[in-house]
């Protein structure tokens, strides 16, 4: 089975389908984008929306209220709930974190198992029980019209800044379920500056700029991306054995904590001076101009290459002029750290990747 990513990757989770990397121009992208009104959708064309600098978040009909597509109201019967690239299953949270609560006695068709579920994701291990409620992303195109859920009653986590604002995370993995309508096909689409974006059940490509080189991988049906074989700081190589998940919620590229230490150690040989105490977005000394550092690539597979420039992995890395420092666009990740370098210890060895663009087809010679 293929699938094709193709995106423009400001940061990004590793953690093995086909998935096709390129890159859009930021610029042109935020221009075509307009403020979105958000609702549950018909026409395939899902807005996706700031979540007030905790991700993104879409709005789901739990009511099955369709009589127009624009017509859920924005009331009790459509939530608010984030994406997420990294699994197959949607979570309602009752008690989670700093999840908001999905009142499930409250909507008319929601319906509770005795089944216990636990499901463990990259922040947070998730205990309840099996839902179902006939939620629609678009009533077209995504739904769980025929697909249980959980709800979760209590969340194990030492993780910070996740899930504000929202009822709980819909999976759009493809991992034995019927959720999406017509075919598995989906595109992503947000602007750099923040705000609006689209989720399109399509194969819409006309953000993407051709004339950077694509990259394809394979990926699970969760969207995982296995055998990341070597990461490469400049001239200076690391061997690896980690892997690869997406997420448009994080705002910096999360490695494993002693891959981030070796990067640090690395950057260093390009005169960059970095605390090792500093895990997260390190202010560090640099000289020279931060357009002026290297590239880190991660390869896969052995032969398959993706290029990190410092545009990406630096804020205002493509800067040409020297302020004496910079900032990393990266940050440590780990079971045994709090807060924001938190991870469970099944992602111990995944890499963080946030992304501006994603584009999934099992059909890539369509493209």
């Known amino acids: 089975m293929k699938i094709t990513f193709l995106i423009y990757l400001a940061a990004l989770i590793i953690v093995g389908h086909s998935l096709s990397l390129q890159s859009i121009s930021r610029r042109t992208l935020s221009d075509k984008l307009p403020l979105l009104q958000a609702y549950a959708t018909k026409?395939?064309?899902?807005?996706?929306?700031?979540?007030?600098?905790?991700?993104?978040?879409?709005?789901?009909?739990?009511?099955?209220?369709?009589?127009?597509?624009?017509?859920?109201?924005?009331?009790?019967?459509?939530?608010?709930?984030?994406?997420?690239?990294?699994?197959?299953?949607?979570?309602?949270?009752?008690?989670?974190?700093s999840f908001s609560t999905f009142d499930c006695d409250s909507h008319y068709y929601c319906e509770k198992y005795s089944n216990a579920m636990s499901k463990t994701l990259p922040y947070f291990t998730a205990s309840g029980n099996e839902i179902f409620t006939p939620a629609y992303l678009d009533y077209d195109h995504w739904s769980l019209s025929t697909e249980t859920a959980m709800l979760a009653t209590s969340c194990d986590s030492y993780a910070t800044d996740y899930g504000y604002y929202t009822q709980g995370m819909l999976g759009l993995g493809t991992n034995n379920n019927n959720n999406f309508e017509s075919s598995n096909i989906f595109s992503i689409y947000l602007p750099s500056s923040g705000y609006s974006g689209h989720l399109f059940f399509t194969t819409n490509s006309s953000y993407i700029d051709y004339s950077v080189s694509s990259v394809t991988l394979s990926a699970d049906s969760d969207w995982h991306v296995s055998s990341i074989t070597e990461i490469s700081v400049g001239y200076y190589t690391i061997s690896s054995n980690v892997d690869m998940i997406f997420d448009i919620n994080v705002n910096t590229i999360g490695l494993p904590s002693a891959l981030y230490q070796e990067v640090l150690t690395y950057l260093a040989y390009y005169g960059v001076s970095c605390s090792t105490y500093y895990l997260d977005q390190a202010t560090c000394s640099y000289s020279d101009s931060p357009s002026s550092l290297p590239t880190i690539t991660i390869t896969v597979d052995y032969y398959t290459t993706i290029k990190l420039p410092p545009q990406i992995y630096v804020q205002d890395g493509n800067s040409t002029v020297s302020t004496g420092t910079v900032i990393l666009n990266l940050r440590s990740l780990s079971s045994s750290e709090t807060g924001v370098n938190y991870v469970t210890s099944t992602y111990d060895i995944y890499i963080y990747l946030l992304i501006i663009a994603i584009h999934s087809n099992y059909f890539p010679s369509e493209l």
Do not use: H, R, W
């Open 43 to 97: 026409n395939g064309n899902v807005p996706i929306t700031y979540n007030y600098g905790y991700g993104f978040k879409v709005q789901v009909d739990v009511e099955d209220d369709e009589e127009y597509a624009s017509d859920s109201e924005d009331g009790t019967n459509t939530i608010d709930m984030q994406l997420a690239l990294y699994t197959s299953d949607t979570i309602f949270t009752s008690n989670c974190g």
